[in-house]
C-alpha cells in the first residue's frame, strides 16, 4: 500500500499546483477533483473574451498553435468545458498551462482587435 499512497499524495500535488496556476485567471472555472487526475474547468467566460465559439475549436487551436493536447467538453456531453489530466510530470504541467494562459491571453487580444 505504500506506493499507493505515494502516488496519491503525487497527483494532490499535481492537481494543486494545476489549480494554482489556472487560478492567475478566474475566467478558468475549477472546482477540486476528489478521486481523479485531471481537471474540468468550466471555460465559457474565456471562450467570451476570445470569441472563440467552443471548447472542440479551443482544443483543435491549442492544440495546433500551442502544441498542447485536451479534451473537449463536447466529448464528454459539457460544451463550455475542458478535460486537462494531470498525470504527467510537474514541469510538464507547468509548461502546459503557461502555454493555455498564453493562448488564452493571445486570443483575447486578437478578439478585442477584431471588435
Same mark, same amino acid.
Not at 36 to 64: H, N
Not at 75 to 102: K, N, Q, V, W
Given at each position: 500500500?505504500?506506493?499507493?499512497?505515494?502516488?496519491?499524495?503525487?497527483?494532490?500535488?499535481?492537481?494543486?499546483?494545476?489549480? $494554482?496556476? /489556472? *487560478?492567475?485567471?478566474?475566467?478558468? =472555472?475549477?472546482?477540486?477533483?476528489?478521486? +481523479?487526475?485531471?481537471? #474540468?474547468?468550466?471555460?465559457?467566460?474565456?471562450?467570451?473574451?476570445?470569441?472563440?465559439?467552443?471548447? $472542440?475549436? /479551443? *482544443?483543435?487551436?491549442?492544440?495546433? =498553435?500551442?502544441?498542447?493536447?485536451?479534451? +473537449?467538453?463536447?466529448? #464528454?456531453?459539457?460544451?463550455?468545458?475542458?478535460?486537462?489530466?494531470?498525470?504527467?510530470?510537474?514541469?510538464?504541467?507547468?509548461?502546459?498551462?503557461?502555454?493555455?494562459?498564453?493562448?488564452?491571453?493571445?486570443?483575447?487580444?486578437?478578439?478585442?482587435?477584431?471588435?
Amino acid at each position: 500500500q505504500e506506493p499507493v499512497g505515494a502516488m496519491l499524495s503525487e497527483y494532490k500535488k499535481r492537481r494543486d499546483a494545476l489549480m $494554482g496556476w /489556472f *487560478s492567475e485567471d478566474p475566467r478558468f =472555472e475549477c472546482v477540486k477533483p476528489r478521486g +481523479a487526475f485531471y481537471l #474540468f474547468p468550466r471555460i465559457t467566460k474565456v471562450l467570451e473574451a476570445t470569441g472563440i465559439p467552443t471548447t $472542440g475549436d /479551443f *482544443s483543435q487551436m491549442l492544440l495546433d =498553435e500551442a502544441r498542447v493536447a485536451l479534451a +473537449a467538453g463536447e466529448g #464528454f456531453d459539457a460544451p463550455g468545458f475542458l478535460r486537462i489530466s494531470y498525470a504527467t510530470s510537474l514541469d510538464r504541467l507547468r509548461e502546459g498551462a503557461t502555454r493555455i494562459l498564453e493562448f488564452v491571453k493571445k486570443h483575447e487580444r486578437q478578439g478585442a482587435a477584431a471588435r
